[in-house]
Nanobody, 115 residues
Framework: VQLVVSGGVLVQPGGSLRLSCAASGFTFSIYTMNWYRQDPGKERELVAKISGTGGATYHADSVKGRFTIARDNAKTTVYLQMNNLKPDDTAVYYC?????????WGQGTQVTVSS
């Protein structure tokens, strides 16, 4: 199983960014995919999740209305579209999949929201 995350950069408050997580090594379309984030000194936070078909999604209250999770099963990729970014969104963002009894994580990408 491999999860490769990309898209993190420095962005100004109010800006937009899209993160991507390219998955391989498992039957992507049948597993829920998750995005987490972690700021130093804080616990890792579940940001959003999406079912295998993409028909069901969850977004944390802190990002609801600003972030959107989506997936393209043909490309085995999950996305996190982030709009109206705030300094509190600054964190390392991780892609995650739970397959059987194993927990798989992408390498994380730094998102910094600052003027």
């Amino acid at each position: 199983v491999q999860l490769v995350v990309s898209g993190g950069v420095l962005v100004q408050p109010g800006g937009s960014l899209r993160l991507s997580c390219a998955a391989s090594g498992f039957t992507f379309s049948i597993y829920t995919m998750n995005w987490y984030r972690q700021d130093p000194g804080k616990e890792r936070e579940l940001v959003a999740k999406i079912s295998g078909t993409g028909g069901a999604t969850y977004h944390a209250d802190s990002v609801k209305g600003r972030f959107t999770i989506a997936r393209d099963n043909a490309k085995t990729t999950v996305y996190l579209q982030m709009n109206n970014l705030k300094p509190d969104d600054t964190a390392v963002y991780y892609c995650n999949a739970i397959i059987g009894f194993s927990d798989y994580w992408g390498q994380g990408t730094q998102v910094t929201v600052s003027s």
